[in-house]
């Protein structure tokens, strides 16, 4: 954790002032949803990701593939904003740890997959390298699959800079679309890009996430997603399951549209 930011985070939980900007953009920006997105969720973090879950049932909607279209287009029916909670990496605490607790509350996660990692995977080619005892197998990502919302995260976890090239972004964009709709036969229209640095966004494969045929598309520079808002644009902001709780707080907060906002700007006009 960065000293810093907990410094801060800690100060502004203190002062009230996460409460207060959370509560003004509900009042301003209603209706909306936030979307987060977590990496790892261990068993020793368990108690710790159920105390963010409780605060979330408190103050959010929870919102799966239906509830988000409605917000987009304008349907939304709770007094709540919605909270859209996102995973990372496809990993074998997802299963484990986080999709139990997130039913226990109600709630849906959209776990953003790979292809690569996942270990005992029916027709694997030549990628078995990239799985490990820490990723989900199969029958773990079907069991998501069954409650939640799989979505692509490339088909290698790789970054999706300017400099790949052509063959590079079919490997991973369509071919990992491709693979999970054969694994879990039935369409799979959500993506969420690698990384979140500036350089690992690009033109090149953003429209191949179009051309794919995705529908729903999600980066990592924080801010709310509202009625009309571009749902290949879709931006998270990042919160951990070993967030202390002021700190996951400064997430939901909204600081950090703040600060993201010329990157923001950025990267939309890039990817448009």
């Known amino acids: 954790m960065n000293p810093l930011k907990l410094a801060l985070a800690t100060a502004f939980d203190v002062m009230g002032i996460n409460a207060a900007m959370l509560s003004l953009s509900r009042s301003i920006f209603r209706p909306h949803v936030r979307c987060v997105n977590y990496h ?6 368990a108690g ?18 239906q509830e988000l279209l409605a917000l987009h287009e304008g349907r939304w029916q709770e007094d709540k904003p919605g909270l859209l909670i996102t995973f990372d990496d496809g990993l074998r605490s997802h299963v484990e740890v986080a999709a139990p607790l997130l039913e226990k509350y109600g709630m849906t996660g959209w776990f953003m997959v790979p292809a690569a990692v996942v ?9 078995e390298h990239t799985v490990s005892q820490e990723t989900l197998d199969f ?11 799989i979505g692509c995260h490339t088909f290698s976890h790789r970054r999706l800079e300017a400099s790949l090239t052509p063959e590079e972004i079919a490997w991973e ?24 640095e500036e350089w690992t966004y690009s033109a090149a494969a953003a429209q191949a996430i179009r051309d ?4 729903i598309s999600f980066m990592t520079n924080n801010a709310l997603f509202r009625p009309g808002d571009n749902l290949l644009q879709i931006q998270r902001t990042n919160i951990e399951s070993d967030f202390p709780p002021a700190v996951a707080r400064f997430g939901l907060s909204g600081f950090f549209d703040l600060t993201y906002s010329a990157k923001r700007r950025r990267v939309n006009r890039m990817t448009a």
């Open 139 to 149: 029958e773990g990502l079907r069991r998501l699959d069954r409650n939640h919302v």
């Open 48 to 65: 710790a990701f159920e105390d963010q879950l409780r605060h979330y049932a408190k103050h959010f909607a929870p919102v799966g593939k």
């Open 119 to 127: 270990r005992n995977a029916p027709g694997a080619k030549g990628w």
């Open 173 to 196: 964009i369509p071919e990992s679309k491709r693979q999970l709709e054969k694994w879990l036969e039935h369409p799979i229209d959500v993506f969420a890009w690698v990384g979140g």
């Open 40 to 45: 790892e969720v261990a068993p020793d973090q």
């Open 212 to 215: 794919a045929g995705f529908r």
